[in-house]
């Protein structure tokens, strides 16, 4: 079971949505998350969809027209495909897969109301479009017996569409079309028959004001007859457009606004441009119209917009004049980050949210006791590439490092005897982009990065406090700071110091579980760095992994490297922080090393097909055994390696999918394996259990490039060793890239689960429960 998933939302606008249902559907990387933000006082990740084979750009609730909650989405990607994926026994799966071959830019969709589907509650008749790269829009019906084909392809000759949306018109269950193109008008398309499949969609009317792309539109519910189209642009504006069947008469005519009238099964319509929005400073990226439900008896106008001046702004008519204007302005304020992407009305009206350039949601609530909205916890994740990961010594956080410049700290909190994950900390926030990082204490780590120089950094007081919110602390001694900033233009975070950080202390104990509340964005953003205490300097090239002994006195670093000399694995006190050995063994980059639990040995593997094993002994490490090219189980990259707990063997895996397992007892100079396993695919992780489960017997995890992970169960019998497969998390619940990196939670030797962390090219850090029990029986 996969207890925790942390990842962010798709850079790109409309890859969020929150529906009705309570649900907030975004995408990420290939996949589609579904997160329920009322469990817990984070939320969390109930369910990870992947079917697509590349960037998802779209992803949006199938809303209903009665206001009920949504059981269906629709997602588009840049594969060529557009997936509507339906609730089935509590799951969401995928339905119907529409292939399109060009890349997709937007999809929208809009239920067909008629006695057909009425009558059909399985599948009922859905109109969709898909906008491509290739200048056209194609719509498509699915019928209720969820067949879809291809009804109309709009062209547009050199104009490219931007965005679509659906609604029907006034006074008739006519679907209208509004789209978006890039020389900054809205095209309105209408039909004049309610049998879809036998008519075209017709252009009516162009909507010409805006004077830059329009990147948003949203309609809503019909009002007295009319309906209202809202469209944001990058101009910075945001438009009305009033669609009514009632031409407005005006006795003044100097005064009468500008109408634009068009006819729909027979019945004249007209549009005036009922009002303009300027606020913001930045390209707006999203509108919604305020939810409305069914015993909504006043109907409330209210528009929520965000733009990339980093502000939401929800606007209103006055009750008198019916002038919209500004009333509520949240959003961030400094930092380094771009602005918004997209934003949301939760179904109550009451929660707001916003989707950014990094990644990052942001929530506000509106508080009925100080009348105004306040930010609420969030979920995060890493928005690039994680490279790498490693368990707080006595298993209290997981640290995790990204190619998206950042190290995040993710830790549970405790309710009701259920764990709860979430991040409490960004330690580093980086101008390169990161490549390892490995405990040293429980309270220090080592991080490397597209740099020759290795960070040190240790904990600060503020993170201390954090953690006694959640966790017993009771090791924590010599503090060197209370806090860290970097300064501008800076690379190293600086120590930092404050009188009232000590009188919060004192306060900790009483908090503790009783009114926990999980940081922010802006929190983690700017207050949870780690001061840096030691640069290390020695390789010619970039860092590439890095390990540290269990004792942690010694740490190990390698590079990138096309040669032996800068191959070299370099060993440092943790003392003094001077260079104390130089192993030379590779010819390559060093992939991974991993010191035995014992500490007398370790094991390294590299690009050149090799692996070598070195012993510790007077002080210093010496090589006592390496593969050979010639006759050596991998014939590609060995990309990984890992010990058993009790230092007994070791195993190394690589890119031809074969998994070698060691021992470091070499007898008559022949290296072979006690045992191999081919897995056809790319091994790119390994990690076997930190504890005991059984005498004999040790529990393996392995991860593929293909982001699969088995759990293999290992018994060793008269020095054979069988196999047994466990597990094997598909790529919706483990991962849908490469995995980079596996390790299993330092845990109580009595417990009844395995804990196994794992993060991967898929940009995601999953945490995955695993029944002692179960494979016990096995």
């Known amino acids: 079971m996969t207890s925790y998933t942390s990842c962010a939302c798709n850079r790109v606008p409309h890859s969020a949505d929150w529906g009705r249902n309570g649900l907030i559907c975004f995408a990420s990387c290939h996949a589609i998350v579904i997160y329920d933000p009322f469990i817990s006082k984070i939320g969390k990740v109930t369910h990870t969809l992947h079917q697509h084979k590349g960037r998802i750009n779209t992803a949006r609730w199938i809303k209903n027209k009665s206001t009920e909650t949504e059981w269906e ?28 071959g060009d890349i997709l830019t937007f999809s929208n969709s809009l239920y067909l109301y008629n006695h057909d589907s009425q009558n059909n509650k399985t599948f009922p008749k859905l109109l969709i479009c898909t906008g491509s790269v290739k200048e056209d829009l194609k719509l498509w019906l699915r019928d209720t017996s969820n067949n879809i084909k291809c009804l109309q392809t709009v062209t547009f000759g050199k104009k490219l569409p931007i965005e679509a949306c659906f609604s029907y018109l006034p006074s008739t269950n006519l679907p209208l079309l509004a789209v978006a193109t890039e020389i900054s008008t809205i095209e309105l398309y209408v039909t004049n028959s309610h049998i879809i499949e036998e008519s075209n969609f017709l252009k009516v009317q162009v909507l010409v004001g805006h004077e830059d792309w329009i990147r948003c539109m949203d309609f809503n519910h019909v009002i007295d007859n009319s309906i209202l189209l809202a469209s944001g642009s990058q101009d910075a504006m945001i438009r009305l457009w009033k669609i009514s069947t009632n031409i407005m008469e005006s006795s003044n005519d100097n005064l009468r606004q500008k109408e634009q009238l068009f006819i729909a099964n027979n019945i004249k319509y007209n549009i005036t441009l009922e009002s303009v929005l300027y606020g913001h400073e930045g390209w707006i990226y999203g509108v919604q119209w305020y939810p409305q439900h069914v015993n909504d008896k006043n109907r409330i106008l209210r528009l929520l917009s965000c733009s990339l001046d980093k502000s939401m702004i929800i606007w209103e008519p006055d009750e008198i004049s019916g002038i919209w204007s500004e009333k509520v302005r949240v959003g961030e304020v400094g930092g380094n980050s771009l602005g918004f992407y997209g934003c949301k009305f939760s179904s109550n009206g009451l929660n707001i949210l916003a989707h950014g350039y990094q990644g990052t949601f942001h929530i506000w609530e509106y508080s009925d006791k100080i009348k105004n909205w306040i930010p609420k916890p969030i979920p995060s994740g890493h928005f690039a590439e994680v490279v790498d990961l490693c368990w707080d010594p006595k298993g209290r956080f997981l640290i995790t490092a990204s190619v998206d410049q950042t190290t995040r700290i993710h830790a549970p909190w405790k309710n009701k005897g259920t764990e709860f994950w979430h991040e409490i900390g960004r330690p580093q926030i980086h101008g390169y982009d990161m490549s390892c990082l490995v405990m040293l204490t429980p309270y220090m780590f080592a991080s490397g990065a597209e740099e020759k120089v290795i960070r040190i950094f240790i904990a600060p007081t503020t993170f201390k406090n954090s953690l006694m919110k959640i966790t017993n602390v009771d090791d924590f001694k010599n503090m060197v700071a209370d806090s860290a900033s970097v300064p501008a233009l800076g690379l190293t975070n600086k120590a930092t110091f404050a009188d009232n950080i000590n009188r919060e202390v004192m306060e900790i ?13 802006e929190e983690l953003m700017q207050h949870t760095l780690w001061p840096e205490l ?3 300097y020695g390789h010619g090239y970039e860092i590439f992994s890095i390990a540290a002994r269990h004792d942690g006195k010694v740490l190990a670093t390698a590079c990138k490297s096309t040669s032996p000399e800068h191959s070299a694995i370099l060993l440092w006190n943790t003392n003094s922080w001077t260079q104390i050995q130089k192993l030379v063994s590779h010819q390559l980059t060093v992939t991974q090393m991993e010191f035995s639990p014992n500490d007398r040995y370790l094991v390294s593997v590299s690009r050149d097909r090799r692996w070598s094993l070195f012993e510790y002994n007077d002080n210093t490490y010496n090589l006592i055994a390496a593969s050979s090219k010639k006759d050596s189980l991998h014939t590609r990259i060995i990309w990984c390696c890992s010990w058993t707990h009790d230092s007994s063997f070791f195993a190394t895996g690589s890119r031809d999918g074969k998994i070698g397992i060691w021992s470091p007892t070499i007898t008559n100079n022949k290296i072979v394996p006690v045992t191999s396993l081919d897995m056809k695919d790319s091994v790119t992780a390994l990690s076997f259990s930190v504890r005991s489960i059984a005498e004999y017997s040790y529990i393996l995890a392995i991860g593929c490039e293909t982001g699969c992970i088995e759990i293999q169960k290992l018994k060793v019998l008269d020095n054979n060793i069988a196999w047994e497969k466990y597990i094997v998390y598909n790529t919706s619940d483990a991962h849908h890239l490469t995995v980079k990196r596996l ?23 999953k945490i995955y429960d695993i029944d002692v029990k179960k494979l016990n029986d096995l």
């Open 73 to 100: 989405l629709l997602s588009s990607s840049v594969d060529g495909t557009a997936i509507i994926w339906s609730k089935v026994n509590e799951y969401f799966q995928c339905t119907y897969i529409i292939e399109v």
């Open 509 to 521: 104990n009483n908090l503790k579980d009783k009114n926990y509340i999980p940081p922010t964005e």
């Open 534 to 536: 030691q640069k290390l």
């Open 743 to 765: 390790k299993f939670r330092p845990q109580e030797e009595d417990s009844n689960t395995l804990q196994l962390a794992s993060c991967g090219s898929d940009h995601a850090v």
